[in-house]
């Protein structure tokens, strides 16, 4: 199976290519890129143009596309996910959706995973992970809330993800375990998107949705 994964979630874009004899072909920006604003709208397509023509794939040798869902950023949820479904229905792919924050666990190279994706408002996105298994369901906290979550579960996970830098200090004082500044295990890999999004199943484009975990910030006019 020959697939396209993409991820929006954080402020870095991530786009690969996973083709059927396993070789993956991926354009992942510098852990630093997290730390600046998001460009995905100007990012995400050239970065599907490059991985394409150095995987050498045609649109019509592609089985699926697979995209992270969230949670994550608002906005870049939105374009990720709109790129996504456009792009499947031109090419009449199905989608396959991946959870942002198990596409990140698979990057943490320890038994027991914390990823955590920055969710502003003090907050951060987080889910636990102890191998193939799914401790904490993807849930939203503040970070305080998280250290004694972990105390009472009696763990000693290894955390990687911007949410995980930006309370790095609470964290490490609490004893938990924080990847390096400019390790990649912060980024969400699209190569991780793809590679989970083998096991998914395929879905319309249409039935594709952020998952948000949250309301927004900004909420329209009455």
């Known amino acids: 199976m020959t697939l396209l994964g993409l991820d929006t979630s954080t402020p870095a874009t991530s786009a690969c290519v996973l083709r059927a ?6 354009a992942l920006a510098a852990p630093e890129r997290l730390a600046l604003p998001p460009a995905h709208a100007s990012e995400l397509m050239p970065a599907v143009a490059d991985i394409m023509e150095r995987a050498g794939v045609d649109w019509d040798e592609l089985d699926a596309i697979a995209v992270g869902v969230g949670p994550g950023t608002f906005t870049g949820l939105r374009i990720g996910i709109a790129t996504a ?3 499947a229905t031109a090419a009449g792919l199905p989608l396959r959706r991946v959870s942002s924050l198990a596409a990140l666990a698979a990057g943490i190279d320890d038994l ?3 990823p955590l994706i920055d969710a502003r408002r003090g907050e951060v996105f987080a889910a636990l992970y102890e191998g193939e298994r799914e401790l904490w369901p993807p849930s939203v906290m503040r970070p305080e809330e998280l ?3 972990l105390g ?3 763990v000693n996970p290894l955390a990687a993800g911007d949410g995980s830098l930006r309370f790095r200090g609470m964290f490490e004082e609490a004893g938990i375990r924080v990847e390096p500044d400019h390790s ?3 980024l969400v890999r699209a190569r991780c998107v793809c590679r989970l ?3 998914a199943p395929d879905e319309a484009p249409e039935a594709v949705l952020p998952d948000y975990l949250r309301e927004p910030d900004a909420k329209p006019q009455q």
Not at 21 to 26: L, T
């Open 21 to 26: 004899d396993g070789e993956a072909f991926e």
């Open 85 to 87: 479904r456009a792009l």
């Open 112 to 114: 027991v995973r914390l």
């Open 147 to 149: 250290i004694e979550r």
């Open 152 to 154: 009472n579960a009696a």
């Open 184 to 186: 990649e295990a912060h």
């Open 197 to 199: 999004g083998l096991g």
